[in-house]
């Protein structure tokens, strides 16, 4: 406990001592702090192939009954490996318990089945940042502690428009009248359920409401490894770790063009390290949450200390986000040494948030990001986001301290978007320094906000005073 509160205060001593000031390397200190508290996994060295329980290639076979006796014997006998050898294997839902790594050998490939009736019951989850109980993620954890998911192997959640993605309810991904969709009412049941106060046990969706599971949903876990996987086709958001601590993504690739397709969400998490992956998404690449409105600001845990670096982004609504499910609010971001370029990648750094989210979003550190195109805008800071929203509009948010250093961008319609109040006073102390925007189509949009630092950036060749 001192050693996290020594980290913050050192966090909190750099922004003291550089607000206004020049962008120095000794404010990247705090990310070192912060990978020095995240706990690493560990295993025994006992190996539980999933062939030994009974699993069987081929898609007659679902093999999830097997690979859940697996993960279970594992566990009761004090951990280790189970093993997804080479082959196609088809399955239900997964839940993986304490001490299990769940590790796929190069050449396995995972496939879930499309079967809704399969992830029934439902269990205890939150979608779009408002607690309930949904459809059971494609592989689940509660309360775990030391887990993995690992391997050179494929993860398909064979989401399609013929199966999962319909059920947004946009005739984009396939849906047509009389479908089962979100937004026939279940989206909007769940919002009225948080808006209510509705006790959450009494929050029970079902297959009807048309709300998709996650691929990978951990709730309440700690010690974690997500590592080396290729992850496609998710139903709804890929990962999705909430109330989670110690979570390390690292080496994985996830393809996944479905609506809502985000590719790694972290909710009221902390110490959190993703490297080395790659993103190309039909959504937000990486999106950082910490529950939405009511339901937010009741648990009023905040995501904090989060490092992203030499990590590639594609196809996205945004390359590493916050918001806009962020009521419980949000510190301490590094982001280093990533390269993103797709004409469908919309923005690098967001911030997407409004006055009923609240919230206060701080310590933002961006460094070394080469950026080939971007739709919008590198850096977008929007407080009006989702402005007809019906919901308690009493809790403006604060978002302040967001630092950009050797930000370079080839072609995007704006270099820097804020989007603030009239009083301006609560985006406070952006900063972008040595950092070159070129063919940017329409320049800077910059309102609502007190001290915005433009420092040997340039646009279109030209510096920016």
């Known amino acids: 406990m001192m050693k996290q509160f020594l980290s913050y205060a050192l966090i909190l001593m750099l922004f003291v001592s550089t607000a206004s000031a020049q962008i120095t390397p000794a404010m990247w200190n705090g990310s070192k702090e912060i990978e020095k508290q995240i706990k690493k996994t560990s295993f025994p060295d006992k190996l539980y192939p999933i062939t030994d329980f009974g699993a069987l290639e081929g898609s007659g076979n679902l093999c999830h009954e097997a690979i859940n006796l697996a993960i279970l014997a594992c566990n009761q006998n004090g951990g280790g490996t189970v093993l997804i050898p080479k082959g196609e294997f088809f399955t239900g839902p997964i839940t993986l318990k304490s001490n299990v790594r769940l590790h796929l050998d190069e ?151 479905g609506p809502n ?53 594609k196809d996205g609504h945004g390359g590493v986000v916050i918001g806009s499910e962020i009521s419980g609010g949000y510190r301490n971001l590094f982001v280093e040494n990533c390269t993103m370029d797709s004409p469908n990648l919309d923005r690098v750094i967001r911030i997407k948030t409004n006055n009923c989210r609240g919230g206060l979003i701080e310590n933002v550190f961006v460094r070394n990001i080469t950026v080939g195109e971007c739709r919008e805008a590198v850096l977008k800071i929007n407080l009006l986001y989702e402005s007809r929203e019906q919901c308690d509009r009493s809790f403006p948010p604060v978002v302040r301290n967001v630092y950009l250093d050797n930000v370079t961008s080839r072609k995007s319609k704006h270099g820097v978007m804020i989007t603030g109040y009239e009083n301006g006073t609560n985006i406070q102390n952006i900063q972008v320094y040595n950092s070159q925007f070129d063919n940017v189509a329409a320049g800077n949009i910059i309102s609502g906000a007190e001290n915005v630092v433009l420092n040997k950036v340039t646009i279109n060749g030209k510096a920016v005073k």
């Open 107 to 257: 050449g396995a490939v995972l496939k879930f089945a499309t079967d809704k009736y399969l992830y029934t019951p439902a269990v205890l989850t939150r979608w779009e940042g408002v607690d309930c109980y949904n459809l059971r993620p494609l592989i689940y954890a509660y309360g775990e502690t030391n887990i993995a998911i690992t391997g050179k192997g494929i993860i398909d959640g064979q989401a399609t428009n013929e199966s999962w993605w319909s059920m947004c309810g946009s005739p984009l991904f396939g849906w047509k009248e009389g479908m089962t969709a979100q937004r026939n009412g279940g989206r909007e049941k769940l919002l009225n359920f948080a808006e209510t106060f509705t006790p959450i046990d009494q929050r029970q969706m079902t297959l009807e409401d048309g709300l998709r599971p996650q691929l990978i949903n951990l709730y309440r876990c700690n010690t974690i490894l997500i590592e080396d996987v290729t992850l496609k086709n998710s139903p709804f958001w890929v990962i999705h770790p909430l109330f989670c601590e110690s979570l390390i993504v690292r080496g994985v690739q996830i393809f996944s063009h």
């Open 261 to 313: 397709s985000d590719g790694c969400d972290p909710e009221s998490s902390k110490n959190v390290l993703i490297e080395n992956c790659l993103f190309d998404t039909g959504d937000d690449c990486i999106a950082i949450k910490s529950g939405r409105n009511a339901d937010g600001r009741k648990w009023n845990v905040p995501s904090e200390n989060i490092i992203v670096r030499n990590c590639e982004m």
